[in-house]
């Protein structure tokens, strides 16, 4: 029986690894991740920071143009954390279909 890690499996969370392990970009920032994943600041910081304690994501704080700028990065761990998430995903649909 397959065993889904409830870090990756909660929707936001899963959305934000998403389009960090799909983007072009090493890190994203936190208006992008917010407008393109159509997130309140107070819901991306929660889950940013639930993805950062399981050390799936860094988030980087400094100053750009005198204004704080945030940006996020997947981790290794992360990355790898996702990879067995969608296996046991692809694994659990094929079971269904039979």
């Given amino acids: 029986m397959v065993t889904l890690n409830k870090i990756i499996h909660e929707r936001v969370r899963l959305r934000i690894l998403t ?3 799909t983007s ?3 890190a994203v920032s936190f208006g992008e991740l917010q407008e393109k ?4 600041s107070g819901n991306l910081s929660i889950q940013l920071k639930k993805l950062q304690e399981a050390n799936y994501a860094e ?6 143009d005198n204004k704080p700028y945030t940006t996020a990065t997947l981790t290794l761990k992360g990355s790898q954390a996702l990879t067995v998430y969608v296996e046991e995903m692809e694994e659990l649909i094929s079971a269904l279909k039979k």
Avoid: V
Wanted: no cysteine; glycine share 0%; proline share 0%.
């Fill in 24 to 26: 072009d970009k090493e």
């Fill in 37 to 40: 994943l159509s997130l309140t």
């Fill in 19 to 21: 389009y960090l392990a």
């Fill in 59 to 64: 988030i980087h704080k400094t100053f750009k």
